[in-house]
């Protein structure tokens, strides 16, 4: 009976994979990835992972220059963009309800997330001076975080509607000028 226990228990955990190592071969465009670690990696453009279905992507700390919708996965629910080198703009036109977003410690100067929400959207530290985010009167978000963009204005904030929108607000540095 334990044998059989430990039989089913095994045949479970193989179907939740987690990769740390990147090797494309590896991945198996019919499983679902739950975490896929890219994090260090030295990569200075975005892989495309948009065969993939993953839940949860670290991409972190790379040298990543711009990034591209179209090469994100499938099923993407929590997506860790932070230290890179993104300028410009990020925009998201697909209709995604992504959990956790962080594009914090980047150059970014301007977000667009056009359809969808993003319930924790972490992008302190960055050059933001504009975003776009629809407005929900029935669905609301936890976290906003824009700290530390110092070109970013109250204005910029109003639009996105805080604090119908979003519960919490992080924001040390928004200029109250108008």
Excluded: H, W
């Excluded at 990147?22 to 990835?33: C, G, R």
């Excluded at 998201?92 to 970014?108: G, M, Q, T, Y």
């Excluded at 975003?131 to 910029?156: C, F, G, H, I």
Aim: charged share 20%.
């Amino acid at each position: 009976m334990k044998k059989l226990i430990s039989l089913i228990i095994f045949i479970l955990l193989s179907s939740c994979k987690t990769y740390t190592k990147f090797n494309s071969n590896e991945l198996s465009q019919s499983d679902t990835i739950y975490y896929l670690d890219l994090s260090n990696r030295n990569l200075k453009t975005q892989p495309d992972l948009s065969k993939f279905t993953i839940i949860e992507l670290n991409i972190s700390k790379n040298r990543i220059a711009a990034f591209d919708e179209n090469k994100l996965p499938k099923g993407i629910q929590k997506l860790n963009f932070s230290s890179n080198r993104i300028s410009k703009k990020v925009i998201f036109n697909n209709v995604r309800n992504l959990e956790l977003v962080n594009f914090s410690n980047n150059k970014i100067e301007s977000f667009y997330y056009t359809d969808g929400i993003v319930k924790n959207l972490n992008l302190s530290n960055n050059k933001l001076v504009s975003m776009q985010m629809p407005l929900y009167d029935d669905v609301r978000a936890d976290t906003l975080n824009v700290a530390n963009n110092k070109q970013l204005k109250t204005s910029e904030i109003n639009n996105i509607g805080f604090p119908r929108f979003y519960k919490n607000l992080i924001n040390y540095s928004i200029s109250t000028k108008n």
